[in-house]
């Protein structure tokens, strides 16, 4: 893995081992399965209203952008503070962010440390539910430790929207130093519309939009959002089918013998550390099912060891369960 290698490649990975990409069972990448119709639904200011009701907030506290990736790069140059303090391991382009806008980065090793004394008046950063391994954290505690120090904090909840759990979008009553990081792009289940969402209080919002472009998000993307939105049923049936699917996918992960720990998960991915095998070796073992996983290699505190496997359909599940069946330690 090289350090920004992302998962999701099937051009590459079909390319590496000859075969055509739509036959490439994609359990690397963390979007969501789709069934939703696509229709037009064209008012770009309707788009916004739509999410502001999804989460509870005002339509001046949010501000759009072509992507959550977007939005990070944006807040990053916004805020341009002098120190970053990032909960890892975490989405890697947090990172990449900091050093293209001169932060001077703090990394907190969440398993081993996550309460370790942090510098005031540090951007913070911390992804609820977390990536690589979907834990979702209460954060009540650590919310309170980062009020004190006086930080800007960055809560990135791309992946909230497959849970039940609370948002952290209550605590923007109490702190105006708050950001809420919304990715619509991984529950919608399309990584190609490009929408993010910003949710803080109106003065930050309204700073922010001030130093953005008029038209960031086309209006294809829009529409398609839209039009998401407005399935009712879609949200609650997708979460039972997430969470059905996940516990089938941990039950097969749990029961085999290269598997050291499965690791709980709030999201539509589960991670695992392996043993007396490696990253490397167990992707290669899936290539005759045509089967791509995310190494994790490249995530900070983390090695070869660990592996993300998505949630997907159960047909993509069963070629995995007999793939396992062939991996021996």
């Not at 969501?32 to 008012?43: D, E, G, Q, R, V």
């Not at 890892?88 to 990172?95: G, I, Q, S, T, V």
């Not at 293209?100 to 005031?120: C, M, T, V």
């Not at 660990?306 to 995995?320: F, P, Q």
Request: hydrophobic share 40%; proline share 3%.
């Amino acid at each position: 893995m090289t350090e920004n290698q992302h998962g999701g490649d099937i051009y590459q990975f079909s390319k590496e081992i000859g075969c055509d990409p739509s036959e490439v069972i994609d359990l690397s990448s963390n979007i969501n399965f789709n069934t939703l119709n696509i229709s037009p639904y064209p008012n770009y200011e309707a788009l916004q209203e739509s999410i502001a009701k999804l989460y509870d907030v005002k339509n001046f506290e949010i501000e759009l952008f072509n992507g959550a990736t977007s939005a990070i790069y944006s807040l990053f140059r916004l805020l341009d503070l002098k120190h970053a303090t990032l909960y890892a391991p975490l989405y890697m382009e947090y990172k990449k962010a900091a050093k293209a806008h001169g932060y001077n980065i703090d990394l907190i090793n969440r398993y081993e440390d996550i309460y370790k004394k942090i510098k005031a008046g540090s951007l913070v950063v911390f992804v609820n539910p977390s990536t690589p391994d979907g834990t979702f954290y209460t954060l009540d505690k650590l919310m309170q430790i980062w009020m004190d120090k006086e930080c800007t904090i960055l809560i990135d909840e791309s992946f909230l929207d497959f849970s039940d759990s609370s948002s952290s979008v209550k605590y923007l009553k109490e702190y105006n130093r708050l950001y809420i990081l919304k990715s619509m792009t991984k529950f919608y289940a399309a990584a190609g519309i490009r929408v993010g969402a910003l949710i803080s209080s109106a003065e930050n919002i309204k700073q922010l939009h001030s130093k953005e472009p008029l038209w960031k998000i086309s209006q294809f993307d829009s529409h398609y959002l839209q039009s998401a939105l407005k399935d009712k049923t879609f949200s609650q049936n997708s979460k039972v089918v997430n969470d059905t699917h996940r516990e089938y996918l941990i039950q097969l992960l749990q029961d085999h013998p290269a598997v050291e720990k499965v690791f709980p998960s709030s999201a539509n991915f589960v991670m695992i550390k392996l043993k007396n095998i490696n990253a490397t070796t167990f992707q290669s073992r899936l290539i005759p099912y045509k089967i791509m996983v995310r190494n994790c290699s490249n995530f900070d505190f983390l090695d070869n060891s660990y592996v993300r496997i998505a949630v997907k359909d159960k047909k993509a599940l069963h070629v995995l369960k007999e793939a396992l069946c062939e991996i021996s330690i």
